[in-house]
């Protein structure tokens, strides 16, 4: 069971795009339709912003949306805010009852 | 609103048990809606799953830990515990509890997280 695959930096301006990838294989990310997306600032807690690939708990910014194509996993941030700046990680069932994190993504807002 | 809370000693010896709890407020441990976990994070890195427990006692481990990892549940007071055996340098991490859906499959509540220093 090895950490998914995760950019360990991304950037852009505010009001831009910008996408985090997160690679795995056909025993996790491939295999289930259970990929959720973590933010966290620093000091804090991770928060869930995405689940179940491209789901939405309630009082997440539709800014925030979810894509899997074959191991690859997807977070897109739309229309980019300061308040965006933070470590994003990515989690996937791996079956068995285990669960695989990410290595983590520095998202900065240049 | 559910609210879990981390509890336990900040500093362990090598080679002794790191022992933390969870007190569960606002809510019930005792469902079947959720799965009570821990999860760590090494200092500046990633996060890790460390493994959770079912309101029935069932427990799941991360194979890289199993060996050394035991969580348990105490419903008469709504916690749930992590021991990890034979500490090294390398278990010195921050400490989360959470909270795991059963339906969505994903951890939906978190703890603020203790940090645990393995050190003499």
């Known amino acids: 069971q090895s950490a998914l695959t995760q950019p360990p930096s991304a950037s852009g301006s505010p009001g831009q795009s910008v996408t985090i990838s997160c690679t795995g294989t056909?025993?996790?990310?491939?295999?289930?339709?259970?990929v959720s997306w973590y933010q966290q600032h620093p000091g804090k807690a991770p928060k869930v912003m995405i689940y179940e690939v491209s789901k939405r708990p309630s009082g997440v910014p539709d800014r925030f949306s979810g894509s899997k194509s074959g191991n690859t996993a997807s977070l897109t941030v739309s229309g980019l805010q300061a308040e965006d700046e933070a470590d994003y990680y990515c989690s996937s069932y791996a079956g068995s009852n285990t669960f695989v994190f990410g290595g983590g993504t520095k998202l900065t807002v240049l | 609103q559910v609210q879990l809370q981390e509890s336990g000693p900040g500093l362990v010896k090598p080679s002794q048990t790191l022992s933390l709890t969870c007190t569960v407020s606002g809510g019930s441990i005792s469902t079947d809606n959720y799965y009570w976990s821990w999860i760590r994070q090494h200092p500046g890195t990633g996060l890790e799953w460390i493994g959770y427990i079912y309101y029935s006692g069932s427990t799941y481990y991360n194979p890289s830990l199993k060996s050394r990892v035991a969580i348990s549940l105490d419903t008469s007071k709504n916690q749930f515990s992590l021991n990890l055996s034979s500490v090294t340098a390398a278990d010195t991490a921050v400490y989360y509890c959470a909270r795991e859906t059963t339906t969505f499959v994903h951890f939906d509540s978190w703890g603020q997280g203790t940090l645990v220093t393995v050190s003499s």
């Open positions: 056909s025993s996790d990310v491939g295999g289930y339709n259970y």
